[in-house]
């Protein structure tokens, strides 16, 4: 049974940072891209970042760019999002994904394993 669960969200006021993880288990994603998506109340999920299979590459939204950084460590089967400078507008459930291949997308639907989720809230 393949499980992803995230930790280490929390509140956190403007301008502080967060750091969320993703662990798998189940079966290893070490050549699979993995993304973190995030949906704020009353909005659609969004893709904020995603890494390939090795890690040699990392992708982030617009809106992350410069203050988030994905990471992942093979040994461990686990993907971070290191969250920096942190706005309200960042507030929302983040969710981690992996995907069957190696190459990052943008879509909710190229993944085939999600995690449950883990909230972060930003205050002014």
């Known amino acids: 049974q393949v499980q992803l669960v995230e930790s280490g969200g929390g509140s956190v006021q403007a301008g502080g940072s967060l750091r969320l993880s993703c662990a798998a288990s189940g079966r290893t994603f070490s050549k699979n891209a993995m993304g973190w998506f995030r949906q704020a109340p009353g909005k659609e999920r969004e893709f904020v970042g995603g890494i390939t299979g090795s890690g040699d590459g990392t992708y982030y939204a617009d809106s992350v760019k410069g203050r988030f950084t994905i990471s992942r460590d093979t040994a461990k089967n686990t993907m971070y999002l290191q969250m920096n400078s942190l706005k309200p507008e960042d507030t929302a459930v983040y969710s981690c994904?992996?995907?069957?291949?190696?190459?990052?997308?943008?879509?909710?639907?190229?993944?085939?394993?999600w995690g449950q989720g883990t909230q972060v809230t930003v205050s002014s």
């Open positions: 994904a992996a995907r069957l291949v190696y190459g990052v997308v943008f879509v909710e639907n190229g993944y085939a394993y």
